[in-house]
């Protein structure tokens, strides 16, 4: 699929005075401009964000990295990043440790064990959990999860409680950081399970059946054949995965209880993460507010612009291989 | 694929044991779990209770460990190891199986307890939050209205930039487009929202409303089109283009006549999808727009509802009855999205002869 096919060029009719055709030159420059459209766009969103965030950066009495706190609108402004950036990323390590073996585990099965008769369908139905919108896995999340959590975060507490993450030490397992976690999980499986499946597709049919032919398990067979073939491809899933936990909005803001403060115990009522506490504080703020949200939402997009960039690179950099099985 | 490699790694794995090796029966798996569930329903009586999930726990592990150990005493380490991993790989699979259903099973049933006709047809005008009744005729108008016009604006310019990748792009401009569409696609919808505030309302002074909402999806719509549409270009035989190009037909009425109408099915597939996508979106238009309780069919004036933003209000007021509002409004929002999904698939079907 991914063999760039690259089309003749239209023949340039040369005609003696003209060069090129009037409606050519007019289309090309059209697509053209809509090619430099996109960069534009990305451009500007950067370049709006930095310019609205400024006078939250210029009053800010707070560090902007280090202070834990959120008073934007107070006077003098007092806020900073600090326990924002904390819950972003111990809720998306989190999720991830949770969903890439189970991702993984989900292409491999579709991909080398399901019968060939209903592996399709088995993905679509995989696929269909990333058509479900993110306000129901919130909704299903805080309505539903939450009341099945206690068992587990319990047990957690009760056994692995001398891990400091895993201790509870309130008593009250609702609204954490674990729960958000589990619903993310849920939520980047497919992104995750996806990409894997169709790198793990492209693993020339040549190797595989040269592994079993010399006496392979079928395990031994993924483990020497399709895991060293498709690692770049599954990190780089990893990477879209991490990209959408990381600016997951309305799931998170809907489960966590939206602490300003960094709480190690993530089985405990805490956490909030820059995406969510735009979307809870967005109505509330006033002028530096709003500024001091926008400059929380621009270190979001530079974090994820530089996350989906690396995933983005590393594809681009086996792409070669990515046409052996034609 | 004629032969499936399950089969190959079957007849393999059949011949080298029946010629060579012990291996455990047909039906090791089933006895295994028997043995499993004999031991866990000991451990439960011997024990404190467990409870449901915990027995389940008990019990899948003791099924590992009886396989395993079995297929190690008669088969071997690495039929063993290989035993494991199916286990493992199935059990996986079986997890995000079970959260699927989980999921989809709670709002159906959960929604259809509150869903009435009388939901589809009256708004929230005048039902206070602890009342019963009301329904999400604003947000359904709302929605359609939004993503409407964010499909008017993002499918022209992604089709155009899809064709300049396609059947334009050479050298290191359209690397670049190529590289920034990949990376769009994993901007966070929060962003997307966030900078078309502080585009179009404060820079150009514009009130919040529908319109800046369907801006803000336009963004998010923009490189799913141009991916999808991209995919479909490519696959338009060369033999099409080359065959016009000797008729002495000039370039860009080859593309919009023949390469165009050739896709043409593929392309609203992928409309479709990208919509199906955006139309659950709720965080860019909750920054947008926010929310309305009446109906407001003016997508230029003032905030309008939208069906995302009517389950999260509903949710934040937190009443039985607005939870209950909750579960309808997300259930409605299911629909809507496998009906766009279900749409694409029939303009899939209807077209496909037409691109052979």
């Given at each position: 699929m991914s063999t760039d096919l690259k089309p003749l060029d239209a023949p340039t009719p040369r005609v003696q005075g003209s060069s090129v055709r009037m409606g050519d030159r007019v289309f090309t420059n059209l697509t053209r401009l809509a090619g430099i459209f996109v960069l534009v766009l990305m451009a500007a969103i950067g370049a709006f964000l930095v310019w609205k965030a400024i006078p939250a950066f210029r009053d800010n009495t707070g560090n902007f990295f280090t202070t834990q706190e959120w008073f934007p609108d107070a006077s003098p402004p007092f806020f900073g990043?600090?326990?924002?950036?904390?819950?972003?990323?111990?809720?998306s390590v989190v999720a991830m440790v949770i969903a890439v073996p189970v991702a993984i585990g989900t292409a491999l099965f579709i991909g080398f064990y399901a019968s060939r008769r209903i592996a399709t369908s088995l993905g679509f139905i995989i696929d269909v959990l990333a058509a479900v919108p993110s306000i129901i896995y919130g909704l299903w999340g805080l309505q539903v999860l939450m009341l099945h959590m206690d068992g587990i975060t319990k047990w957690l507490n009760d056994y692995l409680g001398f891990i400091p993450l895993f201790r509870n030490e309130i008593g009250i397992y609702t609204k954490s950081i674990f729960i958000a976690s589990v619903v993310l999980a849920i939520m980047i499986l497919p992104t995750i399970s996806a990409l894997s499946r169709e790198v793990f597709l492209q693993v020339p049919r040549s190797h595989r059946e040269a592994s079993l032919a010399l006496g392979a398990t079928r395990w031994e067979m993924i483990r020497m054949a399709v895991i060293p073939f498709g690692r770049p491809g599954v990190i780089s899933a990893t990477m879209l995965g991490l990209g959408r936990a990381l600016g997951e909005t309305i799931a998170v803001a809907l489960i966590l209880s939206a602490a300003f403060e960094i709480n190690w115990h993530i089985t405990e009522p805490s956490g909030n993460t820059f995406a969510a506490n735009i979307a809870l504080k967005w109505n509330e703020a006033g002028p530096i507010g709003l500024s001091a949200l926008i400059a929380s939402g621009?270190?979001?997009?530079i974090i994820t612009l530089v996350v989906n960039m690396i995933a983005r690179a590393i594809i681009a950099k086996h792409k070669e291989f990515s046409g052996a099985n034609g | 694929m004629s032969v499936t490699d399950r089969d190959d790694?079957?007849?393999?794995?059949?011949?080298?044991?029946?010629?060579?090796?012990k291996t455990l029966p047909r039906f090791a798996a089933g006895y295994s779990a028997l043995i499993a569930a004999a031991l866990?329903?000991?451990?439960?009586?011997?024990?404190p209770a467990q409870g449901i999930a915990g027995s389940l726990v008990i019990l899948f592990l003791l099924y590992m460990?009886?396989?395993?150990?079995?297929?190690?005493a008669v088969e071997g380490r690495r039929f063993a190891v290989d035993r494991l991993a199916t286990t493992l790989v199935t059990t996986m699979f079986m997890i995000a199986l079970a959260a699927l259903v989980w999921i989809i099973t709670s709002v159906v049933i959960r929604g259809l307890s509150s869903f009435s006709v009388d939901f589809l047809t009256s708004t929230m005008r005048n039902v206070s939050p602890l009342r019963e009744g009301g329904?999400?005729?604003h947000a359904l108008v709302g929605t359609l209205e939004q993503v409407g016009m964010a499909a008017l604006i993002a499918v022209p310019i992604s089709i155009l930039v899809a064709i300049y990748l396609v059947e334009y792009g050479r050298g290191k401009l359209s690397t670049w487009v190529t590289f920034f569409v990949d990376v769009m696609t994993g901007v966070p919808s929060i962003v997307a929202g966030l900078f078309i505030y502080t585009f179009w309302v404060l820079t150009f002074g514009f009130e919040r409303s529908g319109f800046a909402a369907s801006l803000a999806l336009t963004i998010l719509m923009i490189p799913v089109i141009v991916r999808s549409t991209e995919e479909m270009l490519k696959i338009v035989p060369n033999d099409l283009r080359e065959a016009s190009y000797a008729l002495g037909v000039p370039k860009w009425k080859t593309i919009l006549r023949i390469v165009i109408p050739t896709a043409f099915g593929g392309i609203v597939t992928g409309i479709m999808l990208s919509i199906a996508r955006v139309a659950g979106e709720t965080a860019p238009l909750l920054l947008t727009t926010f929310l309305s309780q009446s109906m407001n069919g003016n997508l230029m004036a003032g905030?309008?509802?939208?069906?995302p933003t009517f389950v999260w209000d509903q949710i934040s007021s937190g009443t039985p009855a607005s939870i209950d509002r909750a579960w309808a409004g997300a259930l409605v929002l299911i629909l809507v999205v496998v009906i766009f999904y279900g749409l694409a698939r029939l303009v899939a079907k209807l077209t496909a002869p037409a691109s052979e």
């Open positions: 990043i600090a326990a924002l950036a904390f819950g972003t990323a111990i809720s621009l270190i979001l997009f | 790694a079957e007849v393999l794995e059949g011949l080298s044991s029946q010629l060579a090796m866990t329903a000991v451990i439960v009586a011997l024990t460990v009886v396989q395993t150990g079995w297929s190690f329904g999400l005729l905030p309008q509802a939208s069906i």
